[in-house]
């Protein structure tokens, strides 16, 4: 109970924090968005990953009070930043299954966006597949009242669930993000080249666009360009920046 204790002190403390990586539109190296990346800046551990946290979070709970403070900062940051005179463009959070399944998430979404007055057209929301299947009914509901309000949906971490393009047709869904497993190894792996190749194709005849994560090489942006991916993310082009240092690479870039 160590950890959930202290993670629920963290949310009092305001321990957390947002890191932003960019992401562009591959064929003209546009920005044309970010996705917000938590982090917890604990005085004692230091900068924590997710990837130590979420997973109890999720568990607990504490994912819910946690996911809103995530929605609300990202989109207050992202409101603030288009006051500052940058140019508008697309904030993507990550949402866990737990979230989803709470009845008032809809109206959470709902009341943050007009407490920020971000326009709803910029905030996309990534969910994994498991968590778009867990329960097709609440979700099926849930991401039309969303889709109708303008917000954008992605599937985050495509390729390593369970579902087929087919069934995720049925969702109101705007993008895929190729899971960044098949990206890591497609240029020396048959097999992954293929199964990115083939979600990129069956994602377009769908009408829904792509974006593919973890691009670390030239020869990786190469074999996307090549199979007309739209968008890219990963360290070859930018790591997740601070709030800070994301300003700064906005004000760069004008
Ligand atoms: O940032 P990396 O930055 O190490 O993120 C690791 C994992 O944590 C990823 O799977 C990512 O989706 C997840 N993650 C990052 N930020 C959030 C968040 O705000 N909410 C949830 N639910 N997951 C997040
Ligand atoms: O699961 P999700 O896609 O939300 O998680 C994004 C995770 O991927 C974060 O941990 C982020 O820091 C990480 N990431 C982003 N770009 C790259 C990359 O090029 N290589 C690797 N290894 N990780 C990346
Ligand atoms: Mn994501
Ligand atoms: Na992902």
Known sequence: FKMENQLRKALERKEFVLHYQPQYDLE???IIGIEALIRWNSPDRGMVSPVEFIPLAEETGLIVPLGRWVLEESCR???TWIDQGISPMIISINISARQIQQKQFVGDVKMILEQTELPPEYLCLEITESTAIKDVEISMNMLKELGELG???AIDDFGIGYSSLAMLKQLPITTIKID????RDMDEDKDDAAIVKAIIAMAHSLELT????GVETEAQRQILLNENCNYVQGYYYK???TSEDCYK???NMH
């Open 210 to 213: 792509v974006t593919a994560e």
């Open 77 to 79: 940051q992202m409101k």
């Open 28 to 30: 003209t190296n546009q």
């Open 151 to 153: 917000i954008k949906i």
């Open 180 to 183: 960044r497993s098949f990206i």
């Open 249 to 251: 690479y906005f004000q």
């Open 239 to 241: 790591k997740p920046l």
